[in-house]
């Protein structure tokens, strides 16, 4: 299948208790405008023996998922990186008391396969997300859209065994936004 599409990212709050991992808080990241999922160590650690290879064992190592959006709200990013609203007032302060905390963040892909269009969820189970960098232009002649990008580290859950991510397909976007949500804790 073709990918021709992403729409409703999603995140929520992880926690995970002797094996058993909970969502709370869902909220919309905001409106999907780019993803891009990096993996690492998924080259197989080989064993060699008898002069030639015997074995090979393909780990997850990790990754980052970097997601382009329309807008990063304050009150998302104040959920998403750890940050605190200032006393009376309504922004947010980055300090050196900031943790992100560990969310589990989904998403939805618009895909098409012989005429037949289907939407996967892709669920990341637990991502930190880093305080994102931003590039600003002044406005000329024509107007050129700006949008962030957020950065989060991919890691596995707390279960046994550990997961890191799962994908289904549902044959409506209704259908998979609600599996996405309720993946979520919703």
Not at 134 to 162: K, N, W, Y
Request: glycine share 8%.
């Amino acid at each position: 299948m073709a990918n021709i599409g992403v729409s409703q990212p999603y995140f929520a709050m992880y926690a995970n208790s002797n094996g058993t991992t909970t969502y709370t808080g869902l909220k919309k990241l905001g409106k999907a405008v780019n993803v891009d999922i990096t993996t690492e160590g998924k080259d197989p650690e080989m064993l060699y023996a008898d002069n030639g290879p015997a074995e090979s064992l393909p780990m997850f190592g990790g990754g980052t998922a970097t997601m382009e959006i329309d807008e990063l709200e304050l009150d998302v990013a104040k959920d998403i990186l750890g940050l605190r609203t200032p006393t009376g007032e309504t922004g947010v302060i980055f300090d050196a008391d900031s943790m992100a905390p560990y969310v589990g963040l989904g998403f939805i892909v618009k895909k098409v396969h012989n005429n037949v269009i289907k939407w996967r969820v892709v669920l990341l189970y637990k991502c930190q997300f880093k305080v994102p960098d931003f590039s600003i232009e002044t406005q000329g002649e024509t107007v050129s859209f700006q949008t962030p990008s957020i950065e989060a580290a991919i890691l596995r859950d707390d279960c046994i065994p550990a997961k890191w991510s799962q994908w289904n397909d549902y044959e409506t976007e209704a259908a998979a936004l609600t599996a996405l949500q309720t993946d979520l804790g919703q």
